[in-house]
């Protein structure tokens, strides 16, 4: 398993190498002047020159990206050209509230996803399983952004039950700062359930109707024991597949969601970053994005080795 492990580390290291020299050079190509966006639209020729050497972007690409790659090597991920500040902090402040978001989304994502997909799995062809079919089939049909507009005007607008937009530290207070989460957070899972709720339930139909579930029943085990202790083991493993891409499509969702409730995210310091064209925000926060889902999917793995012994044996002896 170390081994294995120590292979899929070297694995995303080069995939992060390549998507940093992907990043480098797609914002090369992005419309705009970074110096104009500095000095304004009345700038001198003289003036952009100026700047544009002060930046380095007078220089070749390739010793631009030589220089970057070895600062994020060394933690130094340069210089916001907007706002001439250190570009890592910047990043790690926005990261740590995008967590936020994140993990609290994720947690309940899992946790109401299979819990909704074995519910309604256990009453498969009844009324309540074709309710929760439906209501999947309505909220996967809904964009995000849709969510978010709707729980604004009702939750935030009509009832004002809740803070339209912002962000509060929990320092300031539990109340405050869970009160800001509650809409955002509420937007994401809406969107991310129907996809673990529909695959553990197709997953934990099929698991049922196993042998050793027959057999299981005829030793005279409880329903709930099959099913939570057994039947839901191997019934996880499609569903663990799912929560490691839809932590990639969160990041994305985030980046919409964050915009949408001026929350201050990494989504939404990169959609500032990509349209004044401060290229070292935009590749920081897309490489630290990429870097999430890469050992998003790592975790997933090492989890689906631990649920299924075969694969840890499998995997270490590649």
């Known amino acids: 398993m170390a081994a294995y492990i120590a292979k899929r580390l070297a694995a995303i290291l080069l995939v992060l190498l390549a998507v ?21 639209q009345f700038a001198t020729p003289d003036q952009i020159t100026a700047v544009e050497a002060k930046l380095g972007l007078d220089r070749p690409i390739i010793v631009q990206y030589g220089d970057w790659i070895g600062g994020v090597l060394q933690g130094d991920f340069g210089r916001s050209m907007l706002m001439d500040r250190p570009v890592a902090p910047l990043v790690i402040n926005a990261m740590g509230n995008s967590i936020q978001l994140a993990v609290i989304s994720m947690a309940l994502v899992t ?6 997909g074995v519910w309604s799995a256990l009453r498969y062809g009844r009324l ?26 009702i939750f935030a607008g009509l009832l004002r039950w809740l803070p339209a937009t912002g962000y509060t530290s929990i320092s300031e207070g539990v109340g405050p700062w869970a009160s800001h989460l ?14 673990v709720s529909r695959l553990t339930r197709s997953s934990m139909v099929e ?16 329903e709930s024991r099959i099913v939570w202790h057994h039947a839901l083991r191997n019934a996880l493993l499609p569903t663990i597949t799912i929560l490691a891409i839809d932590v990639g499509v969160l990041m994305g969702g985030i980046v919409v969601v964050e915009t949408v409730f001026s929350y201050p995210g990494l989504g939404r310091l990169l959609i500032f970053a990509v349209e004044q064209k401060d290229i070292p925000v935009i590749q920081a926060g897309v490489l630290v994005i990429t870097a999430i889902y890469a050992f998003a999917n790592l975790g997933a793995d090492i989890l689906y080795s631990l649920l299924n012994p075969r694969i840890r044996y499998h995997g270490a002896a590649e």
């Open 182 to 195: 509650v809409l955002p957070v509420v937007t994401l899972v809406a969107g991310l359930v129907p996809h």
């Open 111 to 116: 946790v109401i996803g299979i819990w909704s």
């Open 20 to 40: 940093s020299a992907l990043i480098f050079w797609i914002t090369q190509i992005l419309p705009g002047n970074v110096a104009y966006s500095i000095l304004g």
């Open 207 to 222: 698991t049922m109707q196993a042998q050793y579930v027959v057999a299981a029943r005829a030793k005279g085990l409880t």
């Open 128 to 153: 309540g399983d074709r309710v929760v079919s439906s209501l999947n089939f309505i909220s996967l049909a809904i964009p995000e952004f849709f969510w978010a507009i709707v729980s604004l005007m």
